[in-house]
Structures are given as C-alpha cells and as structure tokens.
T-cell receptor
Framework: DAGVIQSPRHEVTEMGQEVTLRCKPI?????LFWYRQTMMRGLELLIY????????DSGMPEDRFSAKMPNASFSTLKIQPSEPRDSAVYFC???????????FGPGTRLTVT | GQSLEQPSEVTAVEGAIVQINCTYQ??????LSWYQQHDGGAPTFLSY????GLEETGRFSSFLSRSDSYGYLLLQELQMKDSASYFC????????FGAGTRLTVKP
C-alpha cells in the first residue's frame, strides 16, 4: 500500500498568492483529515471528511481557508490569499471507521514570505 | 471540549523503561490514541485504547482509565531510535492532540 500521498512536499510562495495542497488517502479509508502543525500551536485539526462529506470545519482558521473532497481518492486544501502566519507543516491523514487509528501523509511544508 | 496534558520532556537511557502520562479533561470521547513523530517526519500511529485497560504492541503498551481521566504509553527496552516526540490524542466529534512529550534516549 502506498500510504497517504501529499503534494507538493515543499511550497514557498509570496504573501497574497493562492496555495493549493493535495492529498490522496489510503484506498478504502472513509475518513480524511487535514492538520496544521506549528511550534507555537502544535498539531491542530483543520477539517475532516467522512465519505467525501465535510463533517467538522470548526478548526479552519478563517475564510481564506477552504477544503474539498470531490471523490474518495482526492482532497485539496486551498489558502487564498496566503499570509506569512500560514507558514506551517500541513498534514493529511486518513482512517477507517475507527478514527483513533489515523495514517498520516509526509506533510507539506509551506513557507509564505 | 477536550484538553490533554502530558509532560513536555522525558529523558531515559538505552534499555530502560519509560512511561509517558496523559491526563485529559473531556466531556466524552471514543478512545485515546498515541502517535510517534521523529524530527522532520510525520506522526505515526502507535496504539489506540477504545476500552479501559492495557493494550500491548511489541515493546510499546498503552493504558486507559476513563474513571481516572488518565492514560499512559509505556516504552520498554528503549532504543536510540525511540528518541522522538510522542502525542496522545482523543477522538470524539473532532480529534485533539496533546502538546507532545519529547523523549530523549541516551546511551
């Protein structure tokens, strides 16, 4: 199994630009999660999907952030416009019905200058 | 909501046993999970306790007591490669992670 796949692995962009992060979950997993990790705030859940439907987006910091899951094998997290404070590592994770056992992708390290 | 507390740092020597505690305040949850994260890497699932008691997976064991709002991760026969951060997490309507415990294993 290939595991959770994320792209790009690194992204450097200028403030105000649109950023799109991509994720392919493990085949057969019903849940998909987007997290953000920073030294100051630790690992934070942004949003999660069940069977492609967004269930809880209360962790999305503001309207600049949006996430979609058009099908069971693909999800995107978009930031528009990006700001320096969005700099972080963004992880995607997936799980089966048992949400306590999640499998994380390698992450995307985002730097906004 | 949920809040989890765990020690920020733990140091131990190779071959020893170390216990990382996690206390939580939550109105309800499905289970307690543990993840390992090496510097520059992604969190890796270690164990999950849906029920009270001990779960054993090789050198790692995890324990949960809902009545005491407490859980722990036990690492035995420590190896240098176990040096990493360890996070407890609770799953309910969302997923909350503790701030992590940085374990340093010394020779």
């Amino acid at each position: 199994d290939a595991g959770v796949i994320q792209s790009p692995r690194h992204e450097v962009t200028e403030m105000g630009q649109e950023v799109t992060l991509r994720c392919k979950p493990i085949s057969g997993h019903d849940y998909l999660f987007w997290y953000r990790q920073t030294m100051m705030r630790g690992l934070e859940l942004l949003i999660y999907f069940n069977n492609n439907v967004p269930i809880d987006d209360s962790g999305m910091p503001e309207d600049r952030f949006s996430a979609k899951m058009p099908n069971a094998s693909f999800s995107t997290l978009k930031i528009q416009p990006s700001e320096p404070r969005d700099s972080a590592v963004y992880f995607c994770a997936s799980s089966t019905r048992d949400r306590g056992e999640q499998y994380f992708g390698p992450g995307t390290r985002l730097t906004v200058t | 909501g949920q809040s989890l507390e765990q020690p920020s740092e733990v140091t131990a020597v190779e071959g020893a046993i170390v216990q990382i505690n996690c206390t939580y305040q939550t109105s309800g949850f499905y289970g307690l999970s543990w993840y390992q994260q090496h510097d520059g890497g992604a969190p890796t699932f270690l164990s999950y306790n849906a029920l009270d008691g001990l779960e054993e997976t090789g050198r790692f064991s995890s324990f949960l007591s809902r009545s005491d709002s407490y859980g722990y991760l036990l690492l035995q026969e420590l190896q240098m490669k176990d040096s990493a951060s360890y996070f407890c997490a609770v799953s309910y309507n969302d997923m909350r992670f503790g701030a992590g415990t940085r374990l340093t294993v010394k020779p």
